[in-house]
């Protein structure tokens, strides 16, 4: 696995953008919040259907999701 270096960062802001939680990120997405979270602090990284999910819920290209 190699980690999108920071895609954790874009996901924060993002998320912060939407005036959104963890949890109501997770839940959108059909998450545990602690899986979310481990993809904000680049614990973990998302499947490609979870980025794709990611992506629609914020309005943004995959482009400028995992890129900036």
């Known amino acids: ?16 953008e939407k ?10 997405l059909g998450l545990q919040r602690s899986s979310y979270t ?6 973990s990284e998302p ?5 794709c999910k990611i992506a629609a819920l914020f309005s943004v290209s995959l482009d400028e999701l995992l890129l900036g």
């Open 19 to 28: 005036k959104m939680t963890q949890g109501e990120v997770a839940e959108t």
């Open 1 to 16: 696995m190699i980690i999108i270096k920071g895609l954790g960062k874009r996901l924060k802001s993002l998320r912060k």
């Open 47 to 51: 499947s490609l259907d979870t980025v």
């Open 38 to 43: 481990k993809y904000e602090t680049e614990d």
